[in-house]
């Protein structure tokens, strides 16, 4: 037997319990919180990353065009030097030349 005034009494513990089952529920809810908050950064990143590739291998096949399109121009302007050199007399390219001594 309880002395009065000494010891736990029903509705305390009853309290207590409610304070803790509260106390429980609050930490779920921030914890459920914070894994949302960072499964939301993640998601973030990996679009940032995805973003950044994309946004990388479009620029490098720009690039890749435009230096494409350069060595094609060169390669252009050299065929008209060459073209453009011939010295009178010189047989076109792949003519049937008949040499006689």
């Known amino acids: 037997m309880a002395i009065n005034g000494i010891g736990p009494t ?12 509260e106390r429980r529920l609050a930490e779920q809810r921030q914890l459920q919180q914070e894994e949302q908050r960072i499964r939301e950064q993640q998601a973030a990143s990996t679009e940032q990353v995805s973003t950044r590739r994309e946004e990388t291998r479009a620029l490098e096949q720009a690039q890749s065009a435009e230096l494409q399109d350069f060595l094609t121009r060169q390669d252009l302007l050299a065929q008209n030097v060459q073209s453009s050199q011939r010295t009178p007399g010189t047989p076109a390219p792949g003519s049937i030349i008949s040499v006689t001594a």
């Open 10 to 21: 029903t509705p305390n513990f009853q309290q207590v319990d409610n304070a803790a089952a």
